[in-house]
Structures are given as structure tokens and as C-alpha cells.
């Protein structure tokens, strides 16, 4: 157990479904960044949040959002998804950039 | 922005051999070098950081890498691998938020 959860583990939904991935960070940290991972695009950033606010953008579609809750765990929608939308769906936490993240371990989304 | 090759896509090795994966970098300033590794079905963990000081890290697991700055490069070595060390390795590189390599697949063998 990395400490940062991430729920659910698997989703598969149909195309044109919205669906919210949860993730927890570790205790103590302040920022969340979530990535997806692909077989042809390998690991791609997608956003991050800092103590609520968000920080940078990645290569986040507009279909796609994010938010961090004071509790400090954040959401990832997604909707209008897609055939190409399957991937894995990581999220990360820290206590900066530079430091190194803890991942959690992910939800693996099909989109039928 | 900073941008991480990793030329070995897919590495097969036999348990005790030696290992170096490649993974180069494309950065002009200060650079945080990172190499993380998935073991199958699991999240990705650090095996190993630099920040500055000592071009030779170690990490984890016996791992270690060197920041070569002249060649742009943070290999990482391992003197003897064992079938646990299977998994998919990424070399990442900041500074700010780590731009990741694509991956090699290592698969040793027992």
C-alpha cells in the first residue's frame, strides 16, 4: 500500500458515458497529479492540483476535468468518453514537484 | 520543456546477468532525474532519485544510476538481476512536473 488510494480499481462503461475517478493522496500531501497511461502513449500528465487550486495542465482533453476538495482528495470526470478513452488512470501525490511521487495504484478504464 | 528517451523497449535477461537501461534526456538547465519501476499489476515506485551532489545514486533493491551531464544521460545498473525484478522501468526527468519515458519492459528469466 502506497498511501494514495484511488477508487474504483476497474471501470468499464459505455462510449459517450461520463464516469469520476476518486483519489486520496498520502497523508501530508498537498498535491495530486493525475496521469494516464497507455500502450501508445505510455505515461501522459494530465493535470495537477495544489492544496485545492489547479497547478499545471498536462495534455488533459476538454472532455476531461479535475478538482481537489478541501479534504484534499480529488476527482478526474470524464465524459463524452470514447473508444480511445481506455487506459490506465493514475494518480500521484507529493509533497512538491521535485520531490518524487507516490503513485496509487490506479483505475483501469474499458470503454465498450 | 525537458523531454526522456529510453532506446531499450524490451529487455530479456537471465537471473545473475547484468543490467544498464538507457535513458537520455533533452534539458538546458538543472535537471531532477527520477527512475521509477511498475512490477506487473502493481503502481509505480521510486527506485531512485537525483537532485544534485553525487552523479552516483542508489536506490532501492540494489539498484543504482549515474548522471552523466556531458552525455545527457541517468542509466540505470543493476550488477545481478533476479526474476523478481521483472517489471517496466521509466526514467522521468524534471524540473517541475517529471516529464516520463515511455518504458522498458525487462523480463528475467530464473
Known amino acids: 500500500d502506497s498511501g494514495v488510494t484511488q477508487t474504483p480499481k476497474h471501470l468499464i462503461t459505455a462510449t459517450g458515458q461520463r464516469v469520476t475517478l476518486r483519489c486520496s493522496p498520502r497523508?501530508?500531501?498537498?498535491?495530486v497529479y493525475w496521469y494516464q497511461q497507455s500502450l501508445d502513449q505510455g505515461l501522459q500528465f494530465l493535470i495537477q492540483y495544489y492544496n485545492g487550486e489547479e497547478r499545471a495542465k498536462g495534455n488533459i482533453l476538454e472532455r476531461f476535468s479535475a478538482q481537489q476538495f478541501p479534504d484534499l482528495h480529488s476527482e478526474l470526470n470524464l465524459s463524452s468518453l470514447e473508444l480511445g478513452d481506455s487506459a490506465l488512470y493514475f494518480c500521484?501525490?507529493?509533497?512538491?514537484?521535485?520531490?518524487?511521487?507516490?503513485f496509487g495504484s490506479g483505475t483501469r478504464l474499458t470503454v465498450v | 520543456a525537458q523531454s526522456v528517451s529510453q532506446h531499450n523497449h524490451h529487455v530479456i535477461l537471465s537471473e545473475a546477468a547484468s543490467l544498464e537501461l538507457g535513458c537520455n534526456y533533452s534539458?538546458?538547465?538543472?535537471?531532477?532525474l527520477f527512475w521509477y519501476v511498475q512490477y506487473p499489476g502493481q503502481h509505480l515506485q521510486l527506485l531512485l532519485k537525483y537532485f544534485s551532489g553525487d552523479p552516483l545514486v542508489k536506490g532501492i533493491k540494489g539498484f543504482e544510476a549515474e548522471f552523466i551531464k556531458s552525455k545527457f544521460s541517468f542509466n540505470l545498473r543493476k550488477p545481478s538481476v533476479q526474476w523478481s525484478d521483472t517489471a517496466e522501468y521509466f526514467c522521468a526527468v524534471g524540473p517541475g512536473i517529471p516529464t516520463f519515458g515511455r518504458g522498458t519492459s525487462l523480463i528475467v528469466h530464473p
Open positions: 534539458y538546458g538547465g538543472t535537471v531532477n
Open positions: 497523508s501530508g500531501d498537498l498535491s
Open positions: 500521484a501525490s507529493s509533497v512538491g514537484a521535485g520531490f518524487g511521487y507516490t
